[in-house]
């Protein structure tokens, strides 16, 4: 359990480190950077994500159902 929260406590900082980063890079601040990610990026992503799987799902539906005939 303790190698689970040390890995844990390990990506936390990668990512805290990588958005500090990004956002020294951009030349914005963190929360703006973090805002952007979470409050934008993450919910687009996720929602693509949505449409791929019912696209795919359909898909698979229609092959079942040719093969059954």
Aim: proline letters at 1%; charged letters at 15%.
């Amino acid at each position: 359990m303790d190698e689970l929260i040390h890995i844990g406590k390990n990506l936390y900082v990668y990512c805290t480190d990588l958005i500090i980063n990004l956002a020294n890079l951009i030349g914005i601040s963190y929360y703006e950077v973090n805002a952007v990610i979470f409050c934008f990026l993450y919910p687009i992503f996720l929602t693509v994500l949505l449409v791929v799987y019912i696209k795919k799902r359909i898909e698979l539906r229609n092959l079942i159902k040719q093969n059954i005939k």
